[in-house]
């Protein structure tokens, strides 16, 4: 899969796939759009910040790893254990994680080490950090991945519907939802009337919520009793 190191408007990169016409993240702004869909809209409202136990977070998705590094940096913020799990079928090369600007962009070259390690580290394989981060990582993908856990928590990051529309199904969706506990949220940045549907037809409370600059609208769906 060839791949190309692109400019957002925000400065910050992210990675183009040309065979395919999609990028890993919006032209608008890696780190501006990251940022409002996972941590604004999904991390910060799920209001579980002071859980004891910690939250629980499932990424479909790792990419070029920039939602794992925001949701590390708020943790630090907030002083709250976070246990974060993803998968990625196709991870970048060592080469083109080095390229990657967002620790820099985000006046965080202290992590630099850490975000490299995110990508370098042993699969299936628990790391932990000093700052109560837990990390874990499967080189598989969503129609065959099975976790242990359960999560509060889900970044739903996968390509767009018509790149990967094996991955928006109700059946997915399903998937997710058991994946989920009570009244925990998946949060995605699309908005499209069959994806909403197929949430609602899971067994998802969906809500569309503003989205960030070029997108009107980003999805919260939500497990209620």
């Known amino acids: 899969m060839e791949r190309k190191l692109i400019v957002t408007r925000d400065g910050s990169h992210s990675i ?15 780190i501006q759009e990251s940022r409002h869909v996972f941590i ?6 799920s209001g579980r910040w002071e ?15 920039l939602n794992a590094l925001l949701t590390l940096i708020e943790s630090e913020k907030q002083k709250q254990n976070i246990y974060y799990e993803t998968i990625e079928l196709y991870p970048l090369k060592p080469d083109e994680v080095k390229l990657l600007n967002y620790c820099s962009i985000l006046g965080r070259d202290d992590l630099q080490e850490t975000f ?21 990582k499967t ?28 991955l928006w199904t109700e059946e997915i969706f399903k998937k997710m939802f058991s994946a989920l506990k009570e ?7 699309s908005s499209k009337g069959t994806v909403r549907r ?20 980003i999805t919260r769906a939500l497990k209620a009793k």
């Not at 009244?183 to 940045?189: E, F």
Request: charged residues 25%; glycine residues 8%.
């Open 16 to 30: 183009e796939v040309p065979d395919r016409d999609v990028t890993y993240h919006s032209v608008h702004g890696a």
């Open 139 to 166: 080189k598989t993908n969503l129609l065959t991945f099975q976790s242990s856990e359960s999560f509060e928590l889900i970044f739903f990051d996968a390509f767009a519907p018509n790149a990967q529309p094996e």
């Open 116 to 136: 490299e390690r995110f990508h370098h580290c042993e699969w299936e394989k628990e790391i932990s950090l000093p700052s109560n981060f837990v990390f874990k």
């Open 198 to 217: 197929a949430m609602q037809s899971a067994g998802f409370v969906v809500e569309k919520i503003p989205g960030p600059p070029g997108k009107r609208e």
């Open 40 to 45: 604004e809209a999904g991390l910060n409202p």
């Open 51 to 65: 859980r004891p136990d910690g939250l629980r977070i499932f990424e479909m998705g790792f990419g070029t790893g």
């Open 183 to 189: 009244k925990g949220a998946l949060i995605t940045y």
